[in-house]
């Protein structure tokens, strides 16, 4: 699984009680199935007793299958699904802080304006730059700063939802 190019990029989703140790259980089961996983994302839902858990990972139709019969299998999970790109909505948040200097700044807040990006902090050394969007965007605009000078950046991984408006009575968080 070492190379990304054999292999095809997931989205799952899981729905689980907001609940002590839940996290830890889900978190464990990829350890001990020795997956890889790309970005782990969870929160709270709009109903306080559940979490909702966006995975990215990159594998094969295998390595698919079982994560998604193993979670469905664990005492809190809801339920558990698949995610077809080409139907869901994508996003991911970053901030970025990079080197503020009179020969770099004005092609920070063009690269910003262009990636419809806001700067949140501004001193005389660095900006802090708050980037929303797809994963490529993301990636991309990383690419614009580091001639720039990147100091530091974090990410918080992807979250995504269903585009089909046909829900099922079992779906509805709550009920």
Same mark, same amino acid.
């Given at each position: ?13 899981? *729905? ?6 839940? =996290? ?13 996983? +790309? ?6 839902? $709009? ?12 594998? $094969? ?9 193993? =979670?469905?299998? =664990? ?7 698949? *995610? +077809? ?7 991911? /948040?970053? *901030? ?24 949140? +902090? ?25 001639? /720039? ?15 089909? $408006?046909?829900?099922?009575? +079992? ?5």
């Amino acid at each position: 699984m070492d190379n990304f190019s054999e292999t095809k990029r997931y989205v799952i989703a899981a *729905l689980v009680e907001n609940k002590y140790g839940v =996290l830890a259980r889900v978190s464990g089961l990829f350890m001990r199935r020795g997956f890889n996983i +790309d970005s782990l994302t969870v929160g709270e839902t $709009d109903d306080p007793a559940y979490s909702r858990i966006t995975i990215t990972l990159h594998g $094969d139709e295998f390595i698919r299958a079982q994560l998604i019969n193993q =979670l469905g299998k =664990l005492y809190n999970v809801k339920f558990v699904e698949e *995610l +077809d790109q080409t139907q869901s909505v994508e996003r991911e /948040l970053m *901030l970025i802080k990079v080197k503020n200097s009179p020969e770099n700044r004005s092609e920070v807040m063009a690269a910003a304006e262009i990636y419809r990006a806001k700067i949140i +902090d501004y001193n005389p050394h660095t900006l802090c730059v708050e980037v929303t969007g797809e994963p490529a965007k993301i990636n991309a605009f990383i690419e614009v700063l580091k001639p /720039l000078g990147i100091i530091e950046l974090c990410r918080t991984g992807v979250v995504a939802l269903e585009r089909n $408006d046909s829900i099922t009575e +079992d779906r509805i968080y709550g009920e």
